[in-house]
């Protein structure tokens, strides 16, 4: 069945979402995501691209980017492939690590445009990562409310009140606001958390999964099958951590 055509912005702003291959996780600690955040900022100030929000996850990764000197898909292969390549590098690993097709959505208005950017932030309260948005390090949060970095945020800000300090304000205010907003929605249900996980996998000398990956398959698998009998631990959940597929995991 052929793919379905993606829709084209006509504001040239997208909310874009690209996940681990087989859910995995794509950082490993936080130097990855520093690579990532300075990858955005090479394409940014290139001019390919602006960029006026971004969250990043263990496995997946939010962005709300404008097409200006390239198309989006232009942009997202060269974001994803030059992270890619470093990854696979740093990891002594090969092939896929971002799943095929990343997931996007249009952005043509400026209410949508607070509200995803809201969604996006509010990722890491609602998976448990954190208990307020100010602590969370890898969003675009603290660029709005802060400093930017690598964030075009006048434009937005400017949307709340013609007055910096007043329009930062109420950022602030609604970013903290409940909501029942679905955008590109991506949910986990997850018993214990993910660092929990990493841990278990750490007691055995893994302090990544690339790691894993590479120990021959009898090692690995008994590795997997002590710590999928811990209470708490999902298949799903392994499957998305390890890059391992959930059949392979089914059967230790």
């Not at 955040?37 to 990764?61: A, P, S, V, W």
């Not at 980017?65 to 992270?83: D, F, N, P, V």
């Not at 055995?204 to 698998?221: D, F, H, I, V």
Request: glycine share 4%; proline share 2%.
């Amino acid at each position: 069945m052929p793919r379905i055509a993606r829709k084209k912005s006509e504001t040239g702003i997208y909310h874009i979402m690209i996940r681990g291959i087989n859910r995995q996780n794509i950082f490993e600690d936080e130097e990855d995501k520093q690579r990532l955040l300075t990858t955005l900022e090479r394409y940014k100030n290139e001019q390919i691209c602006e960029i006026y929000g971004y969250c990043f996850m263990d496995n997946h990764i939010h962005l709300i980017i404008k097409e200006t000197g390239e198309t989006i898909a232009s942009i997202i292969k060269k974001i994803s492939g030059s992270y890619v390549h470093w990854y696979n590098n740093k990891y002594d690993r090969y092939g896929h690590l971002f799943q095929e097709r990343y997931k996007s959505e249009v952005v043509e208005n400026d209410g949508y445009l607070l509200r995803v950017l809201r969604y996006i932030h509010q990722n890491p309260l609602k998976a448990g990562l954190t208990k307020d948005l100010s602590e969370y390090k890898w969003s675009s949060y603290h660029e709005y409310i802060q400093k930017p970095r690598i964030v075009k945020t006048d434009c937005v800000l400017e949307l709340y009140s013609p007055s910096k300090k007043q329009s930062i304000e109420l950022c602030k205010k609604y970013m903290h606001e409940k909501n029942e907003d679905q955008c590109l929605d991506y949910e986990e249900k997850i018993r214990m958390s993910d660092d929990e996980v990493r841990r278990c996998f750490s007691e055995y000398g893994l302090n990544n999964m690339s790691a894993l990956q590479q120990l021959e398959k009898s090692k690995r698998n008994e590795i997997i099958k002590r710590v999928k009998s811990a209470k708490g631990i999902t298949t799903r959940q392994l499957a998305r951590i390890t890059g391992i597929s959930r059949s392979v995991i089914d059967r230790t």
